[in-house]
C-alpha cells in the first residue's frame, strides 16, 4: 500500500481470512484497491506538483517567487497525510502549517503541527482548532499564498459557533440532526449558518491572500459548497432553508431559543448571510478534487477485472435511507440469478454513496451495516437459487456509525450461519443492531480508522452456482 508515514488501515480483519477461493477473498482484495487508491498522501503527491518555484495542479500554475509568505491549513479526516504530503512539496518555501484530524488519525508530521478535534460531534478542541485556523487565515495578506487541504470530517473538527451560539446548543442539535437520519447537505446547510468559519468566511478571513484549495471529497457530486461545510467557497443556502430543515425533522420547537432567534433574523435579512457566489473574496480562491469516490470505484473496477470478474458500475451517488436502498439492489440481485448461468464470467457491480438510518430501535449499528443486514434480509425471503453472491458495503474512514467496524459482508454462508446460532436477521434489522447480527456470524470488516474518507464503497459479486 502507498500510504504516506504512519497511515493506513490494520490488517487484521473481522470476518477474515475468508474462506480460501470463495468470493470473501476476492471482495477483500477489491476493496483493498479501493482503498489504497485514495490514500491522501498518494493524491496530494500524484495531483500536485513543484519544479523550481513553480507549483502546478492540474492545468494552473502558482509561482511562489512572487510570494511574500506561504501557510498550510489542512482539517478533515485525511489532515495529517494531506498537509504533511504538500508541506514536503513546498519543503523551504513553507512558513508555517497546521493540521487538524480526529485523534485516531491525528499523526505527528515534521513539518506542520498537528492537533486533535472531536468527529462527528464536536467539542471544545473543535473550537479551539477553528479559532487558530482562522488566526493563520487572518494572518495572511496580499503578497502570501494559503494552501487549505480540505477532507471529510472538516465540519465538526472546525466548530467556531457564531456569536451567541454556543457550543453546547450546536452540538445538541448536530446530534439530534444525525440521529433524525438528516442527509450530510441538510446537516450542513444548519451547520453553515451557526458558523463563523463555514459558508465562505475562512476565505474571507484570508482575503487578499490567494487561497489554493485542495479537496478529498466526500460528498455525493463533490459539491464544494457541502464538503466540511465549503469554508472556502460561496453557500446558495439561506437561513429560510436551515429552518426548513429543522422543520422537516421535527426539530424545530425542541431546538434551543438562540438557535430559533437566530434563523428567524437572518430570514428577516437582519444578520448576515453566508457568502454567496459573486463575491469578490473568490476571485483570489482556487480549488481542485483530487479524490473522490469515483477515484476509488475505478481502483476496485480494476482489480475486480484482474481476479476475472466482469466489473460494471452502477452508481456513485447512492442516498437515502440504508434499508430502502438495500431492498432495492437486493430484488435487483435476484432477477440477475435467472440469466446467471448465461454469464460469461462472474460479475461486481460497483457502487458508492452515502446512506442515511433513522434509528428507532435500541441496538448498534452504522449505515453500511445496516445495508448489508437489510439486503441479507431480501435475499432470505427470494430464496434465490442457482446463484452464489456476496453483498458488501464499507465507510472508507473506517467508521461506520457508532462502531469499531468500517462495514460488513454477506453471502450465502451467512443466512446457514445465522440458521445454526438461532438468529433472526429481521428481528435484528428491526432493532438497528446489524453490529452484533454480524459480529456473531463473523461478517464485520474492521479495519481503524484509514485516514481517507471519499464516502462508501458497494459491491456486490455474482455467478451460477
Known sequence: MANGPGLGYHEDMAGYPPRKGSFAEDAKGIWRSALDAVDPWRLVRESVVREGDVVRIKDREFDLSSRERVFVISFGKAASAMGEALAEILDERLTSGLAVAPGPVAKGGARLEHIEAS????????????????????????????????????????????EGITLDKKRRLTDDLLRAGATIQELNVVRKHLSAIKGGHLARAAYPATVVTLVISDVV????????????????????????????????????????????????????????????????????????????????????????????FLSSSDGGEAR??????????????????????????????????????????????EFVLAALVEMARAEVEGLDWLILSLGTDGIDGPTDAAGAYADVMTIKTAVALGLDPAAYLDDNDSYYFFKQTGNLIVTGPTGTNVMDLRLFLLRAA
Open 221 to 312: 457530486g463533490d459539491d464544494l459548497g457541502t464538503i466540511a461545510s465549503g469554508p472556502t467557497h460561496w453557500d446558495s443556502s439561506t437561513f429560510a432553508e436551515a429552518r426548513a430543515v429543522l422543520e422537516r425533522y421535527g426539530l424545530w420547537d425542541s431546538a434551543s431559543a438562540m438557535i430559533r432567534a437566530r434563523f428567524e433574523e437572518g430570514a428577516r435579512g437582519l444578520l448576515e448571510e453566508t457568502l454567496k457566489e459573486g463575491d469578490p473574496v473568490f476571485e483570489r480562491v482556487h480549488t481542485f478534487i483530487v479524490g473522490d469516490n469515483m477515484t476509488a470505484l475505478r481502483a476496485a473496477k480494476h482489480e475486480a477485472e484482474k481476479r476475472g470478474f466482469e466489473p460494471i
Open 119 to 162: 468527529h462527528p460531534v464536536p467539542d471544545a478542541l473543535s473550537v479551539e482548532a477553528g479559532r487558530r485556523v482562522l488566526e493563520i487565515a487572518t494572518r495572511a495578506g496580499e503578497g502570501d499564498i494559503l494552501f487549505v487541504c480540505i477532507s471529510g470530517g472538516g465540519s465538526a473538527l472546525l466548530a467556531l459557533p457564531a
Open 324 to 369: 430502502r436502498t438495500a431492498a432495492g439492489y437486493a430484488a435487483f440481485l435476484a432477477e440477475l440469478a435467472c440469466s446467471a448461468a448465461q454469464l460469461p464470467r462472474p460479475l461486481c457491480l460497483l457502487a458508492g454513496g452515502e446512506l442515511t438510518v433513522t434509528v428507532k430501535g435500541r441496538g448498534k449499528g452504522g449505515r453500511n451495516t
